[in-house]
């Protein structure tokens, strides 16, 4: 498992879309705060300038994911680098969870960047305490990344296609964002759906309820993605 990982490390340095990706992530809050500096007149309440960067990144996170964690799978497929993984006497457990290993690693660095950006931005423009925004922009991150998952499937699933897994990835984020506008009658339902459940568990107290049901849902949609993801791939012959 370890050299699967390193392996897929080693090649994730080589790839176009994850520069580009990183890259759009990390522009949009520099984005904002130019904005904000230029526009705003710094004149925007701190409230309303973070709910802002929540969206972009309830909106933006898991559609650029959706493209980079695509062209990991599918360059394998192209490349027919595939054929070896099929056909070696290994567990074919190690490659996909390599993939996802590698495909967090990205994710991580990137979002940890991003809050950076993001937070010296508040302080720039608001000052005083960051914990609650920092708080709120890291759950949504690694969170929306658990909601997520079940887009490896898809990528396994479409091998050489491209569109399918970045159309559900988009779908997945629309239906994020479609959390954020969630009624308060309909808070339970939206807590149980996994990809609403990460816009509401930015709504509800920590210890609610109401959030202990987004956290399952989502843990639970993670779990499962992965597990899909895993039988995608050893149910594929050569």
């Known amino acids: 498992m370890l050299n699967a990982v390193c392996s897929e490390l080693m090649k994730l340095r080589k790839n176009k879309m994850v520069l580009v990706g990183s890259a759009v992530l990390w522009l949009i809050p520099a984005l904002l705060i130019v904005k904000a500096f230029t526009l705003d007149k710094g004149m925007t309440p701190p409230a309303e300038w973070l709910n802002t960067v929540v969206m972009l990144n309830t909106l933006m996170l898991p559609c650029v994911s959706g493209f980079v964690v695509t062209s990991l799978v599918q360059k394998e497929y192209q490349d027919g680098t595939l054929r070896n993984v099929l056909t070696a006497p290994v567990s074919k457990t190690d490659f996909p969870l390599a993939k996802l290993a590698v495909w967090f690693f990205w994710y991580l660095i990137t979002l940890v960047v991003s809050l950076s950006i993001s937070l010296c931005g508040y302080l720039m423009l608001h000052g005083g305490e960051v914990s609650y925004a920092a708080g709120l922009l890291a759950r949504n991150g690694i969170l929306s990344f658990l909601a997520g998952i079940p887009v490896l499937a898809v990528a396994f699933r479409q091998r050489k296609i ?15 964002m479609a959390g954020s506008q969630v009624s308060a009658e309909y808070i339970l339902p939206g807590s149980i759906c996994p ?21 399952a849902s989502i843990i639970v949609c ?3 993605g992965t597990f899909l993801a895993v039988q995608c791939f050893r149910r594929q012959e050569q």
């Open 195 to 215: 990809w609403t459940a990460v816009a509401i568990s930015g709504m509800v107290p920590v210890f609610s309820g109401y959030f202990g049901i987004c956290l």
């Open 162 to 176: 491209f569109y399918p897994a970045v159309l559900t990835a988009l779908f997945m984020a629309m239906i994020q």
């Open 222 to 224: 993670g779990i499962l």
